[in-house]
């Protein structure tokens, strides 16, 4: 997903909350729905784990994941 050209990246702003780390200059009425140039929309999703109940012989880590998906037009676009 490195190479996806990021326009809103959110991030968690310390309260519960998201702040968008680049102004978000992408708005639902500007993405592409033309057939041959469909816009992507990427999640990466970051977390810290802990075992509670120590049945696991590993230690506490950080993981991550990510998809990117198109977005198809809609009917009538």
């Known amino acids: 997903?490195?190479?996806?050209?990021?326009?809103?990246?959110?991030?968690?702003?310390?309260?519960?909350?998201?702040l968008c780390a680049n102004n978000c200059p992408w708005t639902p009425t500007s993405r592409s729905v033309s057939a041959t140039n469909?816009?992507?929309?990427?999640?990466r999703i970051y977390f810290d784990h802990t075992w509670v109940?120590?049945?696991?012989?590993?230690?506490?880590?950080?993981?991550?994941?990510?998809?990117?998906m198109r977005l198809e037009p809609a009917v009538g676009a």
């Open 1 to 18: 997903m490195d190479s996806v050209n990021l326009l809103n990246e959110y991030v968690p702003d310390g309260s519960g909350g998201w």
């Open 38 to 43: 469909l816009d992507r929309l990427a999640v």
């Open 53 to 68: 109940t120590g049945l696991m012989p590993l230690g506490p880590g950080s993981w991550s994941d990510d998809t990117v």
